[in-house]
């Protein structure tokens, strides 16, 4: 069975690159042989498909596309304490976490509480390809081509009820596969927990990612599903996505938990709001190195501000960062 995966539709498939062949654990893309365009359905998108709805242009110029990350960097760098706090420790540890079954219970202010398995996740929603600028609070961004879809598309499911006004999000707990959940140099009381208000979680750009590059999302960078919320510090962005609830109060999130005053509920890109402990005005875009830093300046909400500031109207971003 081919998935078809839906890209910016300003996008020739012929630009996807060949390295980007899908490789397919748990069934969605059978990518045996041929061009990673074949493999990812993209001919048939173009060829056949109509572009729908539910592409969501991102990169409408197609400049983003030229800027991504090199996979290598993307895959190395990480932030993924469960696995240890050192940068490379994700990449050399998180594999020792089982992610095959998986299931993520659905619950809360919602009519149609129950649970997802992996399978439904993969067979359930389109998906696509979103090419997105990622910024860590700790002043280092890149550009990912994540494959997703829109996390509004899973909550609909569920039909959250009138009275919910945010989600939480829970990462897996599982401290014999996490080592760095038994460390006692940890800081963070697990598990992971992060949130959103309900219209940010409903906004389009809101993704939920399954891969990047065109292929299955590596253990460190939040396999087998992850949070990807592009205007917000990647912190937000939760990994290994175990439990969503919606509820009427603002949920308890690890790092606002653990430091209030350093890493707010709210956490949208703003050069204009240092970091207590140092600016935001610039970021280092990865690669970077003490000889080629590569520090280019943050834009307002990671370069989104366009499609996300409405959601902010009337609010003193100063006080509520
Ligand atoms: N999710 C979990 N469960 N644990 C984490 O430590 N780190 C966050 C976020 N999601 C984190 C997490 C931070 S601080 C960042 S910057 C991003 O993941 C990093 O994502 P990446 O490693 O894919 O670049």
Known sequence: MTKRIYTDPSIASSEITPESV???????????????????????????????????KTDPDGSLRGEQTPYDAVTSYNNFYEFGTDKSDPARHADSMATDPWTIKVGGLVDQPGELHLEDVMSGFDLEERIYRFRCVEAWSMVVPWIGFPLSALLK???????????????????????????????????????????????????????????????????????????????????????????????????????????????????????????????????????????VPTLPFNGYEEQVAGLYEGMDLRQFY
């Open 157 to 295: 499911r569920f039909a959250p009820r009138s009275e919910g006004r945010f989600v939480e999000f829970k990462t897996l707990y599982r401290r014999s596969e996490m080592r760095g959940t038994r460390s006692f140099t940890s800081v963070i009381d697990w598990p992971y927990r992060e949130g959103l208000r309900l219209d940010e979680a409903m906004h389009p750009l809101t993704l939920v990612a399954v891969g990047l590059y065109g292929k299955t999302l590596p253990n460190q960078n939040g396999a087998p599903l992850r949070l990807v919320v592009p205007w917000k510090y990647g912190f937000k962005s939760i990994k290994s996505i175990v439990e969503i609830n919606v509820t009427a109060e603002q949920p308890e999130t690890s790092w606002q938990t653990l430091q209030p005053n350093e890493y707010g509920f709210f956490a949208n890109v703003n050069p204009e709001v240092d970091h207590p402990r140092w600016s935001q005005r610039f970021e280092r875009k990865l690669p970077s190195s003490i000889f080629k830093p590569n520090r």
């Open 22 to 56: 899908f490789l397919n654990r748990r069934a969605f893309i059978k990518a045996s042989s041929g061009t990673a365009a074949s493999a990812l359905g993209l001919s048939t998108l173009s060829s056949a498909a109509e572009p729908s709805e539910l592409i969501y």
